[in-house]
């Protein structure tokens, strides 16, 4: 069965860095898209970052533009996101998801807490 | 970019029908397919329309999806309602370099 599995959050002070990995299994990862949706604490969903099946191409929410990296290892089945001069604001739940127009199956998801 | 507007909260009885509604502000509705999700609390979302009004395998029939161009807004039905379908509902669609998601709809079944 399809599985997406996040790691690499915990807490980190405002301006440093951090890299969320997302391994996936149950599915061919190099024939599809891959997405980053993030949801802070008692909000909603938001789009952070897609990428493409060949790593090709790539777009991002206004929010993390020139501030987060997507990327991918097709040999390895891991999805990434670099997430570089953290605010307070990027606290939040952050999912991957396997899609390309749309998420069709979700991780469970890791949780990033910017604070000081 | 455009944006989706729904609903804050929805609530209705067990058994009843409900229709939760997701306007697009800016460009036409029927222009990219729309998406509806369901996250329960602690749960991570899935899917349970994609493509207007296609439903992924183990989603029962009673949930369904359609799209109004006249009022340019996608909805989300859900028939003969459970105490399992209390949840956020979250449309979602798309442009060329975009991903966009409606703000979300607290469904209260009581």
Same mark, same amino acid.
Request: hydrophobic residues 30%; proline residues 4%.
């Given at each position: 069965?399809?599985?997406?599995?996040?790691?690499?959050?915990?807490?980190?002070?405002?301006?440093?860095?951090?890299?969320?990995?997302?391994?996936?299994?149950?599915?061919?990862?190099?024939?599809?898209? +891959?997405?980053?949706?993030?949801? %802070?604490?008692?909000?909603?969903?938001?789009?952070?970052?897609?990428?493409? @099946?060949?790593?090709?191409?790539? @777009?991002?929410?206004?929010?993390?533009?020139?501030?987060?990296?997507?990327?991918?290892?097709?040999?390895?089945?891991?999805?990434?996101?670099? +997430?570089?001069?953290?605010?307070?604001?990027?606290? %939040?739940?952050?999912?991957?998801?396997?899609?390309?127009?749309?998420?069709? @199956?979700?991780?469970?998801?890791?949780?990033?807490?910017?604070?000081? | =970019?455009?944006?989706?507007?729904?609903?804050?909260?929805?609530?209705?009885?067990?058994?009843?029908? &409900?229709?939760?509604?997701?306007?697009?502000?800016?460009?036409?509705?029927?222009? =990219?397919? &729309?998406?509806?999700?369901?996250?329960?609390? /602690?749960?991570?979302?899935?899917?349970?329309?994609?493509?207007?009004?296609?439903?992924?395998? /183990? &989603?029962?029939?009673?949930?369904?999806?359609?799209?109004?161009?006249?009022? =340019?807004?996608?909805?989300?039905?859900?028939?003969?309602? $459970?105490?399992?379908?209390?949840?956020?509902?979250?449309?979602?669609?798309?442009?060329?370099? =975009?991903?966009?998601?409606? /703000?979300?709809? $607290?469904?209260? &079944?009581?």
């Amino acid at each position: 069965q399809v599985q997406l599995v996040e790691s690499g959050g915990g807490v980190v002070q405002p301006g440093r860095s951090l890299r969320l990995s997302c391994a996936v299994s149950g599915f061919s990862f190099i024939n599809y898209g +891959m997405h980053w949706v993030r949801q %802070a604490p008692g909000k909603g969903l938001e789009w952070v970052a897609i990428i493409s @099946y060949d790593g090709s191409t790539e @777009y991002y929410g206004d929010s993390v533009k020139g501030r987060f990296a997507i990327s991918r290892d097709n040999s390895k089945n891991t999805l990434y996101l670099q +997430m570089n001069s953290l605010r307070p604001e990027d606290t %939040a739940v952050y999912y991957c998801g396997k899609g390309w127009k749309y998420v069709d @199956y979700w991780g469970q998801g890791t949780l990033v807490t910017v604070s000081s | =970019n455009f944006m989706l507007t729904q609903p804050h909260s929805v609530s209705e009885s067990p058994g009843k029908t &409900v229709t939760i509604s997701c306007t697009r502000s800016s460009g036409s509705i029927a222009s =990219n397919y &729309v998406q509806w999700y369901q996250q329960r609390p /602690g749960s991570s979302p899935t899917t349970v329309i994609y493509e207007d009004n296609q439903r992924p395998s /183990g &989603v029962p029939d009673r949930f369904s999806g359609s799209i109004d161009s006249s009022s =340019n807004s996608a909805s989300l039905t859900i028939s003969g309602l $459970k105490t399992e379908d209390e949840a956020d509902y979250y449309c979602q669609s798309f442009d060329i370099n =975009n991903r966009v998601f409606g /703000g979300g709809t $607290k469904l209260t &079944v009581l």
